[in-house]
Each structure stands twice: as C-alpha cells, then as structure tokens.
C-alpha cells in the first residue's frame, strides 16, 4: 500500500469523525430544547427555573417539597383548567381545521386552472401570488383592523379563518399549479375527447390521482394557521383566542407566583401536535419542501 | 383552456386574495394618510369658596363622538412618513447639519425608532439567510454519510426546530437562557460572571435572536439541499474520484455547483420569511434592545385604546416597499424569461 492512500485514507477517518461528531452536536441542538422543557414542565417553578442549581430542574427537589412526588401535573392542570386552556385549544381545532379544508377546495380547483392553462394573465397571477406571499403578515393585519372593527366583524373565528385561507392562497396555489404540472395532460384531455366537460373530467379524471399532492399542500396549510400569530393575536377577542395568542396573554401576568409553569405546561401542550405531525408525516413534509425547490 | 373555465375554476382563490390581500394594502395606503383625530378641549370654570378658577381639560365624550364620527381621523397627507417615528427626514436634516462627525451620526440616527428597527430587520436578514444556509448544507453533508436506518430519526429531530411555532420556539429558547435557566446558568459559570444576562445589553440581545434564528432556519436548507444531493449524478461523482479529487474537492467543484439553483429558491424564500422577524422579538421580551419593522407595526396596533392606524399603516407601507426592493432581482429575473419564452 503506497504512503499517499493511506494518508489519504486516515484524513477520511478524520473527516468521517469530525462529520459525526458535527452531526450529533446539531442533533443535541436541535432536539434538547424540546426534551428539557418537556421534562420541566412537569417540576415547579423553583425548580425549572432554579436559583440555586440547575440539577434542581432534572431531580425535581423543590416539586418533591411542594407537592411531595418528583413530577407533577400542576402547571397543566393550571393551563388547562384554572386559565381556560382547553378553550383556546377547541378554537384552535377549528381554525385549523376550517382553514386546511377551505384553502386546499379553493386552492385545488384554482392550482389546476392555473396548471393547465397557457394563457398570459395565468403567469400574471402566479406573479402576484408571489408577491402577496411575501408580505409580512402583520402589515395585512393593519389593513384589517379599522374595516373590521366598522363592519362589526372583528373578534370572530370565521374572520380569522378566512383570512387564514386569503393569506394562505398564494402559498397553496404555487404548490398546488406545480404539482398538478406533474400530472400529464393527456389524462384529463383524453377525458374530454371522450365527451367529458372540463369539470367532469377534473371530477373523475384528476382528483382520484391527486390526493398525495394535496396532503402534502394541507400539511403546509395546516402549519401556517396552526402557527400564526400576527393574525390571531390581533384578530381575535380575548374568549376567541387560539393556543399561541393565549400563551402570549399568559405571559402578560407573568409576575404572579406559578404563572410561568402554566404556560410551560401550555407550550409543551401546543408543542405535541407538532411533534405528532411530523412523526406521522415525515415524508410527505420532506418531499413538499423539496418539490418546490426541485421543480422550480 | 377557455377564459370562461379557467375563470370558473380560480375565481374563489383570486377573489379571496383580492379582498383580503390587495383590498388591505389599499385600506393600508389609505390608513397611512390619515392620522388621529385630536384630543377636543374643553374650558371648565371651577368655582369655590375661593373664587372661580378655569381649567382645560379633555372633553371625552367629544372626542369619542368625532372618533365614531369619523373613525379614519383626519387628514394628514404625507405628514405620517416624515415625522419622527417614521423617515424622521427633519430630525435627519438637523443631524447632517450639526454633528461630531461619523459616529455620532450613526448613534443619532440609530436612536429613531424606525432607522432601528430597518437597521435590526435588515442584518436578521442578511446575517441568518446565509448562517442558516451553511449550517443546513453540513448537516445535509453529514447525514448523507450516515446509515440507512439512522436517517428517518436524524431528520426527524432536524425537522423541529423547524416545524415549531415560532413564538413557541422562541418561548423555549428563551427560558432555557434565562438566567435562572439551564442554558443562562451555564453561561454564567462558563465566564464566572453572576451578572451575566442575554438579555442586558443590545449586542447580546442580537446575538440570541440571530443564534435563534440560525437554529430555526437551518432544517428548512437542510432538508432541501439533502434533497438535491440525491440528485447528484454518481457517474460524475465517480469520475472526480478516479481523478483523485478529494472530499473536499469533490464538494467543491461537483455537488456545490449542482446544488446552485436549489440554493438560489432557499436564499429567496429564506430572505422573505427572515424580513419579517417579529414573533421572536415578543418571545425573547427583546424590545428593549432589539425591535423589526414587522414588530413597530405591531406594537402601534396593540395599544388598548390609542390604537395607531396611521401610523401603522405608514410603517406596514414601508415595509411593503422594503418586501418589492428585496423581490425585485427575482422578479426582474423571472419577467426576462418569461418575456424570452414567449
């Protein structure tokens, strides 16, 4: 064995370990924020937040002293019980929902037009969809909130849910038209050399063979009204509120003694569905993100 | 496909953008002229033993009625933009006009509220776009090299950062660094400083939203650039090895160059999502030390009863201009191409 190949050969070893140790450092940063605060959620303020030593937080001295067991539910029943958490949670159940649905009926019908037709004014509304996704959210909110409040229709889920859907649109159009481009045309053309209109041939010819990319579309659409905060926050009155803008409002009486643990509680709350999400969907989230990209 | 179809099938998505995306940029535009309504003033006698005294007060009820009356307020023109809290062009000018020299420009200009928060908005975006791109194409390096079975887990953790709530992440982020958390505690050992807080002085403050915003971005560059390394054809990765190009070599002059337009679709969508930093700012409680164009908007709006519309509407327009200025090459770009295709 000649000396350069096996130089060559210790430097890959070298850069194989440097390689894994990197990538089990990302892995330490990028999960253990989620595990700590799981784990913390579960221990009393004093502990969580621990003047004295952060082993408090792992062994749980204070929550022992307080409530005599190492681990205790106090925070979530705080959340959920005491501060109404479980409301917000049903309001956002709704929102979401509403918002996965209606965007991906709208989006799907107009994703297709936009895909297969070859007019000019198609490329134009792309355009502005692109555009209009880029707006900062909040600076929408400050067109809404004045027009809003004098139609009398501020504070409502259904006005946030269908700004949710209008905000989305632009998203799920892109997403939608590129995917319906890998659909073949001569599927729902031979359809309607057969006799079928174009809607009958959408009906029966497309939606059977479309449904991975609109899962993939509503998971996307799912985040977006699941994560939104701008529009929440600012949209809707306080009985109203979905899980984010409600943790906000938590924090504004922040002062009082146990108040941090109760939005602990409620972040690791909110936090589950997400982890369940990508859990369940971990290919479908992977192939969304990268069929823009790959195709675009 | 006919007009008359195409109109059928994309009518309710464009009539929702219409009405909930471009009609509020004009009620914005609108909004922007306008500014709030003055206080109405009353003259009140006082009288007591002692004589009668008068005292100015304000008449609520007036000005309530002249608010519902007219809830725009009253004009203002352009008179919003150039006032203090927006382009400030007159405190600018006294500025240039009297100053010691570069450095005391900068500091003045930097303590207007808007100048601020464009200078913190801009290097968020320009700092973490490309941090978060570099950070997500070595792990994408990395967990290419990884085994099989190990990869669904490693993206699976990689994906959370991610797929949170931002205000939530944030939210975490933030206890763990508070100075009674795990994260500040640490730190605090580490430079043998009790005093020690992120939150204490602007560059830290910085410092913990750009390290946030790395952490939040790098997954969504990671998982596309893994995706493209997929797609780098193994005949020419070959080649380049028989060549005897090294590992290192082989990135450079093979994959980099095949992920290039992926990284051009990152960069453009990262630099939209990072211009409009605001939930970290309210989930780090930074608007002391750090505050975004996206955030002034949101701090006039929140305001109990003094809700700002003008102004709010004149910085959401800015930052409208700010959103086409930072576009413009892309859609330039895209114009070109279609404008040759047809």
């Keep these: 064995m000649s000396g350069t190949s096996m130089i060559a050969r210790r430097r890959s070893r070298t850069l194989a370990t440097v390689s894994t140790l990197f990538l089990i450092t990302w892995l330490i940063v990028a999960a253990f924020p989620f595990l700590w605060t799981v784990w913390g959620s579960f221990k009393v303020e004093s502990d969580f937040f621990s003047r004295e030593s952060w082993l408090n937080a792992l062994f749980g001295v204070y929550t022992e002293m307080q409530t005599g067991a190492p681990f205790t539910g106090d925070g979530y029943y705080g959340a959920w019980i005491t501060r109404d958490f479980w409301r917000a949670v049903v309001n956002t159940a709704i929102v979401t929902l509403c918002v996965t649905v209606i965007s991906l009926t709208i989006g799907t019908l107009g994703g297709y037009a936009l895909a297969r037709s070859g007019h000019r004014y198609a490329f134009w509304i792309l355009i502005a969809a692109l555009v209009f996704r880029a707006m900062p959210h909040i600076t929408l909110v400050s067109g809404y909130l004045l027009p809003f409040f004098e139609l009398n229709i501020w504070g409502h889920l259904a006005t946030s849910i269908v700004v949710l859907v209008a905000i989305n649109q632009p998203f799920t159009l892109w997403m939608l038209h590129s995917f319906f481009l890998s659909i073949p045309k001569d599927l729902d053309e031979s359809a309607m050399v057969d006799g079928c209109t174009r809607f009958q041939a959408f009906r029966w010819v497309v939606i059977p063979v479309m449904w991975p990319g609109v899962i993939t579309t509503g998971l996307f659409s799912f985040l977006l009204a699941y994560n939104d905060f701008a529009v929440t926050a600012m949209l809707l009155s306080q009985d109203n509120q979905t899980m984010v803008p409600k943790i906000s409002s938590f924090l504004g009486s922040i002062q009082e003694q146990g108040n941090v643990m109760f939005a602990v509680a409620a972040v690791v709350s909110a936090t589950a569905p997400l982890f369940l999400l990508v859990m369940f969907f971990q290919r479908q989230i992977v192939s969304g993100l990268t069929a823009g990209a790959v195709k675009g | ?342």
């Design chain 2, 1 to 342: 496909m006919p007009h008359k179809t195409f109109l059928a099938f994309i009518l309710p998505a464009v009539i929702a953008m219409l009405l909930f995306i471009a009609l509020p940029i004009v009620s914005v535009i609108v909004q922007s002229l306008y500014v709030e309504h003055e206080q109405v003033l009353e003259e009140v006698e006082n009288c007591g033993p002692f004589g009668c005294t008068t005292e100015v007060r304000v008449d609520a009820e007036a000005t309530a009625a002249l608010k519902s009356a007219d809830p725009l307020g009253r004009f203002n023109g352009l008179g919003t933009f150039f006032n203090r809290s927006h382009l400030a062009v007159s405190e600018i000018g006294v500025i240039l006009a009297d100053n010691d020299g570069l450095g005391d420009i900068a500091a003045r200009i930097y303590n207007l509220p808007f100048y601020k928060a464009l200078l913190f908005t801009l290097s968020y975006t320009f700092i973490v776009t490309p941090l978060g791109m570099i950070l997500g194409f070595l792990i994408a390096l990395s967990v290419n090299s990884v085994s099989q079975v190990l990869k669904g887990p490693v993206i699976f953790f990689s994906l959370l950062p991610m797929i949170i709530t931002p205000l939530i992440g944030s939210l975490i982020l933030f206890w763990m660094i508070n100075s009674q958390g795990i994260l500040g505690s640490a730190l605090q050992a580490l430079f043998n400083d009790p005093t020690l807080s992120l939150k204490a002085s602007t560059p830290l403050t910085w410092l913990t939203l750009f390290v946030y915003g790395v952490w939040t971005a790098a997954p969504f560059s990671f998982v596309v650039f893994y995706a493209g390394l997929q797609t780098v054809p193994g005949d020419t990765l070959e080649s380049a090895m028989i060549d005897g190009a090294s590992r290192w070599e082989r990135v450079r002059y093979v994959i980099i160059p095949h992920l290039g337009p992926l990284a051009t679709f990152v960069a453009l969508v990262q630099l939209m999502d990072n211009f409009r930093v605001f939930e970290p700012i309210v989930g780090f409680s930074a608007e002391a030390n750090a505050t975004s164009l996206s955030w002034l908007v949101f701090n006039d709006l929140q305001g109990e009863s003094t809700q700002l519309f003008g102004s709010a509407a004149a910085t959401s327009l800015l930052t409208i201009a700010g959103v086409i200025v930072l576009l413009s090459p892309v859609l330039v770009r895209t114009w070109r191409e279609f404008s040759n295709k047809a």
